[in-house]
């Protein structure tokens, strides 16, 4: 088995001895933000002397972005702006995670602060009800980077009996999957189920349905959630699109989506309209699907394993190997949803629904924006 980290070895009795002590009416708050990679989440801690009810009870604070990507040494202290509160997990109440925005010293956003622009466009359409549901896929690995559970110098068997496997020669982590579950119902993260898969070592969790800007939050704390459940673990959760070569499957972040239109009845006349829509915008979506352009994507996106094509857009009724789904369900029902399969594990989910909001309901976004 990969090693894990020394950190998770530690004398976690002795750590709880610590953790149960009582804090009187002061509260732990957890500032989370995404860092200049657009992938790293940083976080920190401070006190408040009683315990928040709403988010505007947590005051803004700052970090220095010269150390996170986000500044240089000479001008280097950026403000954290509190978005979304939710309890933590790992402290317990009254205790609070709350994820910010990043804003530069002039009050600018940063550059990996796609919330901001996402926010403007879920409120231009919000009489559309939009709700997303994303399915978020991750590898496990040890301390030094091989999946968790392999041989060191091989590797296991083949594809087949992984995908929602059960018994240990199939599910390799179930540990940290079912703490992770537990900790995001607690801390309120809206997350839907979750199941081992494909590949060995290959875990999906799934959150939504959420409404508008709502889903990048959830799934941002979410991941990061997993995060810090791993590490206590001492392991590491990548969300890399293809961590292993060769004849194993990658690792998507599949979004589901559906407007009031397309949930009523004759709904799939508008999910046929927006499909109509993203297949013109192919390499635009693409771009934004990863956090590097398009390029991680290229490793994943080969046509095999479950994916379609990189370079050729296409859809179809339980088609798996398209780049568009339209669940059978959906099908037979005539109203619904769909779900786009191209977006990579380590997207930014605000990039991912601002593009396909504009793309689907191109008209409401566009009459903003000549307002303004």
């Keep these: 088995m990969e090693s894990v980290s020394d950190s998770s070895r530690l004398n976690k009795a002795l750590r709880q001895h610590y953790l149960s002590l009582p804090q009187g009416d002061q509260c732990q708050v957890t500032y989370i933000w995404i860092d200049g990679t657009g992938e790293g989440l940083r976080n920190k801690t401070r006190t408040l002397y009683q315990e928040p009810q709403t ?26 702006c509190p978005v979304r509160m939710f309890r933590d997990p790992f ?16 009050r600018i956003p940063a550059e990996t602060n796609l919330r901001f622009s996402c926010n403007k466009v879920m409120e231009q ?35 087949g009996p992984y995908y929602c496997g059960v018994g240990a020669d199939s599910a390799y982590g179930r540990d940290i999957v079912e703490c992770h579950y537990k900790a995001c119902l607690y801390a309120g993260v809206n997350i839907y189920g979750t199941n081992a898969e494909v590949m060995p070592s290959q875990w999906e969790f799934q959150v939504g349905p959420c409404e508008g800007i709502e889903m990048g939050d959830h799934l941002w704390v979410a991941r990061f959630i997993l995060h810090r459940v791993c590490e206590d673990f001492g392991v590491v959760a990548t ?39 993203l297949s013109k915008r192919h390499a635009e979506h693409i771009r934004v699907y990863d956090p590097h352009g398009g390029q991680d994507n290229m490793r994943r996106l ?38 786009d399969r191209r977006p990579s594990a380590n997207c930014d989910p605000y990039a991912v629904t601002e593009a396909i909001a504009r793309t689907c309901l191109p008209e409401e976004v566009e009459e903003e924006e000549e307002e303004e």
């Excluded at 505007?56 to 150390?67: L, Q, R, T, V």
């Excluded at 989506?257 to 499909?275: D, F, H, P």
């Excluded at 789904?325 to 109203?335: D, H, S």
């Design 302 to 339: 080969t046509g095999l394993h479950e994916t379609s094509n990189i370079n050729d857009f296409s859809s179809g009724v339980a088609n798996r190997g398209a780049s568009i789904r339209v669940p059978r369900q959906v099908g037979e029902e005539k109203r619904g949803y769909f779900e």
């Design 91 to 106: 402290t317990l109440d009254p205790n609070k995670l709350v994820l910010c925005e990043v804003l530069k010293y002039n």
């Design 239 to 277: 969300l890399d699109p293809k961590p292993m070569k060769g004849n194993w499957n990658g690792a998507g972040c599949h979004t589901n989506v559906s407007t009031k239109e397309m949930r009523g009845e004759g709904g799939l006349e508008y999910i046929e309209q927006a499909i109509e829509k």
């Design 125 to 159: 359409i919000k009489d559309h009800c939009i709700w997303f549901g994303m399915e978020q896929e991750y590898t496990l690995l040890g301390i030094r980077g091989q999946p968790f559970g392999w041989p060191v110098n091989g590797f296991p068997g083949p594809q």
């Design 55 to 80: 988010i505007k009870d947590i005051p803004e604070w700052n970090f220095d972005g010269s150390s996170t990507y986000q500044s240089e040494g000479s001008n280097s202290d950026m403000y954290l």
